[in-house]
């Protein structure tokens, strides 16, 4: 079997995303949160809550794993559940004060951090490479859709 073209993309993709996940997640665990609770923190800050579904399409967390991890920021004060204005029965996720002067905290703390990876980098490269994981994105979320409008 012959080695398609894109493998060498994929492998790269893979292992920059370990390679990053590996970096970030260091850098999270020291500001004393695991990554999915600062997933939900960064997701949060600056709005004024989200419901679960909007939240869970934001975030890298699964269904599964969400309610978990805002019910352990809620018992650390960090998030509260309250009624959404537009429908009552489902419930909106919000940072309190404590998470909010959390996030102002440690998002731009993480923001730093990983600005020491990109100040490697040239503008034109950062540029170029924005551009190029768009256009694989859109071509696989185009891909997505028609694998569900085929189902």
Do not use: W
């Amino acid at each position: 079997m012959t080695q398609k073209t894109f493998m060498p993309v994929l492998y790269e993709l893979v292992r920059t995303y370990q390679a990053f996940e590996t970096y970030s997640a260091a850098h999270i665990r020291l500001l004393g949160l695991t990554a999915s609770q600062f997933d939900i923190i960064a997701t949060l800050g600056n709005t004024e809550g989200m419901s679960f579904k909007d939240l869970g399409e934001k975030t890298l967390i699964t269904k599964g794993t969400l309610t978990g991890v805002v019910d352990r920021l809620e018992a650390k004060t960090l998030v509260r559940r309250v009624a959404s204005p537009k429908d009552g029965r489902s419930q909106m996720v919000q940072l309190t004060k404590a998470g909010e002067k959390l996030f102002a905290k440690v998002f731009p703390a993480h923001l730093c951090h990983l600005e020491q990876v990109f100040s490697g980098l040239s503008q034109k490269n950062i540029e170029n490479t924005a551009s190029v994981l768009k256009q694989l994105r859109i071509a696989f979320s185009a891909a997505s859709l028609n694998l569900e409008e085929a189902a």
